[in-house]
């Protein structure tokens, strides 16, 4: 499951592989290409939280639920939610660009008028280094 989800965050969009929903379909999954054999044993999928011997399982079955939510809650490229997002964190980054922008500009015109109170007849008060 965590390569199927490896895969459609590669490719930015979900593919036909079989993936279990339920821990029930966990338990019956069987793809003897790539080495899953289902199992019948259903304390396997259900181990007791207090027990230490099925701390491991446990364990399992907490990355199981995740892996199963992330793959529930995958989101492709086009989708518009990412893209409402997207254009969300684009318009806050453009805000941020152009208020350092008019920092830049304040800084540059406190420095031309510096240099024209030091050096009147400057080279880089001609129009060439103009910056506006």
């Not at 069987?30 to 364990?59: C, E, G, Y």
């Not at 199963?68 to 989708?79: C, I």
């Amino acid at each position: 499951m965590e390569e199927i989800i490896a895969t459609w965050k590669r490719l930015g969009q979900k593919t036909d592989d079989f993936w279990p929903k339920t821990r029930a379909e966990l338990r019956n999954w069987h793809d003897p290409a790539r080495d899953i054999f289902k199992f019948s044993d259903p304390w396997i999928t259900s181990p007791k939280k207090d027990d230490p011997l099925q701390a491991a399982l446990v364990d399992l079955m907490k990355r199981f639920d995740g892996t199963k939510n992330e793959l529930s809650n995958f989101k492709e490229v086009g989708d518009p939610s990412l893209l409402k997002i997207a254009n969300k964190d684009l318009k806050k980054l453009n805000s941020e660009l152009m208020a350092q922008i008019s920092r830049m500009q304040i800084v540059a015109t406190e420095y031309r008028k510096e240099i024209k109170r030091r050096i009147p007849d400057s080279k880089y008060l001609r129009k060439e280094w103009d910056i506006f």
